[in-house]
């Protein structure tokens, strides 16, 4: 049984820093990537940022420069510091992992935590 168990997020006011985490325990293979995703009410979910096996990271535009994604692979756990929350950051928060093919390459999911910046 594979889980991910986000947690981390809350209210914090423009500027402020929040880090997110998520771990990953059950019976996996090797992660080829692991990563974050957002979701606004009543907008698309989106790619905020992602950590493959070879340490390549991509970010979404809007968070390059603020955001930084770790990974500890030996506790399977990724990590999301957030620097100088905007208000437009508050959304829904996501991990995700993807398996490799021996883990025929499967992805799965987080519960959500929600990330509130407001005044």
């Known amino acids: 049984q594979v889980q991910l168990v986000q947690s981390g997020g809350g209210l914090v006011q423009p500027g402020g820093s929040l880090r997110l985490s998520c771990a990953v325990s059950g019976s996996i293979g090797s992660i080829v990537a692991m990563g974050w995703h957002r979701q606004a009410p009543e907008k698309s979910r989106e790619l905020v940022a992602s950590?493959?096996?070879?340490?390549?990271?991509i970010y979404a535009s809007s968070v390059k420069g603020r955001y930084t994604i770790s990974r500890d692979n030996g506790k399977n756990t990724v990590y999301l510091q957030m620097n100088i929350l905007k208000p437009e950051d508050t959304a829904v928060y996501y991990c995700?992992?993807?398996?490799?093919?021996?883990?025929?390459?499967?992805?799965?999911w987080g519960q959500g935590t929600q990330v509130t910046v407001s005044s």
């Open positions: 995700y992992i993807q398996l490799g093919p021996e883990g025929r390459d499967k992805s799965y």
């Open positions: 950590v493959t096996d070879r340490g390549l990271t």
